[in-house]
């Protein structure tokens, strides 16, 4: 008889839980995962997917404008938000089933409900305690609002997915990529849309060139960018709108206001405080290399430890844990060369480090950089343009990063992300024949240096 009820328990069902438990099960594990709210987390429900999937509907605006260029003579009858809305319900629902199956497929107990820690090997489940030799903590994020008159009336990125109706007009306040993503959905779907960043330029951290590229695309569509702009309260207006007032004294009436200023890390109510589990300043899980928290039998993965707030690095941490827990381990995650997309319109595409970045480093760097209109624009008299950009180590002659804004940037930048974290040469770029007519090859074909 086992000292345990399981190897390792499992709390929340989001991406790198999941990819943990299933890995697990499958190398002999005992497993369960509780789970309280929706099957794959935030980005299965009211992140990526749904994310991309409202991009896909909102940019078939642009397309059939495009189309025209093209003579094709397109009639519609407007956009319905209740069929997008209800057919991405579908979808989800279906990832929903599958994310339980591949859990039950794999061996895993599927728990629904809320989960406690009472200690470092006790799990309380409905009124249940489990006992188990490993606990992980999955349990993501969630979007933070800022304290400020009348908050309670603002949405955030949650709420945004499965809204009764558009709104005419909507404040959206933030200047991180979730933002900028969500006010591009609505600007694309006919919605009066305003931006409002409490700083100069969004996307802090992103290579300065993306960041003012990005900035004038966006201008030249007609969205209303509000820079050093500052939110001070909001108030029902009586008619279902709401009145805003920033910093400058202006108020303002708004049918929405919708609050992307971030995410925290989900660990209110855990019952962490019965373990030696230590938190960081914004409530993060501290964790070693193993993703071992304080407390040695429980460990956090994915953005609860608030390090880098992607699926795909869940997924991969996840799997290490797995492999370091039952097998016979793996490599470590690397984290110096993640490729990212934002899922703007123009949407970004960006892997490695970004020009000033580079400089701070210390590197002599070199750029390499190209701005035009891709090819499918020829016939538009207004035309979207394309940024691509290398930052290159003069002295070794390596690509420390590529950066991109413009169409298909994530899908061009996956194939770049292989190249940089191998540690591809500039010169290996130029040996590469481009495929022609591609805005891809633009990568491969730029010689001369801009700095």
Not at 36 to 41: H, S, T
Not at 282 to 311: C, M, N, W
Request: aromatic residues 8%; contains cysteine.
């Amino acid at each position: 008889m086992t000292e345990f009820d399981y190897d390792l328990f499992v709390i929340g069902a989001g991406s790198g839980g999941v990819r943990c438990a299933r890995i697990s099960a499958g190398l002999g594990a005992r497993v369960a995962v509780a789970e309280e709210r929706y099957m794959g987390g935030t980005c299965v429900n009211v992140g990526c997917v749904p994310k991309k999937l409202y991009v896909y509907g909102s940019h078939v605006k642009e397309e059939l404008e495009l189309a025209a260029t093209y003579g094709w003579d397109v009639d519609t009858r407007g956009f319905d938000w209740a069929t997008l809305r209800e057919n991405k319900v579908k979808e989800i629902t279906r990832l929903n089933g599958i994310y339980r199956n591949l859990l039950s497929n794999a061996g895993v107990e599927v728990l629904d409900g809320r989960a406690v820690v009472r200690g470092p090997h006790q799990v309380e489940v409905g009124g249940k305690t489990y006992t188990a030799q490993h606990i992980l903590i999955a349990t993501g994020g969630w979007p933070y609002k800022p304290d400020l008159p009348g908050i309670e009336h603002a949405i955030t990125s949650n709420e945004f997915f499965d809204l009764d109706a558009l709104p005419g007009r909507v404040l959206v306040v933030g200047g991180g990529y979730i933002a900028i993503e969500l006010a591009c959905i609505f600007h694309n779907l006919g919605v009066d849309t305003v931006l409002s960043y409490r700083n100069e330029l969004f996307l802090r951290g992103f290579d300065g060139d993306v960041r003012q590229h990005l900035k004038a695309e966006l201008l030249k569509k007609g969205m209303d960018l509000r820079f050093n702009h500052q939110v001070k309260r909001i108030d029902p207006a009586g008619d279902g709108r709401f009145h805003v007032a920033d910093g400058a004294g202006q108020v303002e009436a708004y049918d929405l206001v919708l609050y992307a200023t971030g995410r925290v890390p989900k660990v209110e109510g855990l019952g962490l405080e019965s373990t030696g589990v230590e938190l960081n300043a914004k409530g993060a899980v501290l964790v070693d290399e193993h993703y071992r928290t304080a407390e040695p039998s429980i460990f956090a993965l994915g953005d609860v430890t608030d390090r880098v707030q992607l699926t795909p690095v869940a997924l991969a941490e996840g799997m290490y844990l797995a492999h370091h827990l039952f097998g016979d381990g793996r490599q470590p995650v690397k984290y110096d060369a993640i490729p990212t997309a934002v899922f703007t319109q123009p949407p970004i595409g960006t892997v490695g480090l970004t020009e000033e970045a580079a400089r701070e480093q210390g590197y002599a760097v070199q750029v390499f950089k190209s701005e035009f209109a891709p090819m499918k624009y020829s016939f538009a008299q207004v035309k979207e343009r394309t940024l691509m950009k290398l930052i290159v180590d003069a002295d070794s002659d390596r690509v420390l990063g590529a950066h991109m804004v413009g169409p298909d940037a994530g899908e061009i930048i996956q194939g770049i992300g292989i190249a940089v974290g191998m540690g591809a040469t500039k010169a290996q770029f130029d040996q590469t024949i481009g495929i022609h007519p591609t805005a891809a090859e633009e990568f491969v074909t730029m010689r001369t240096p801009v700095g």
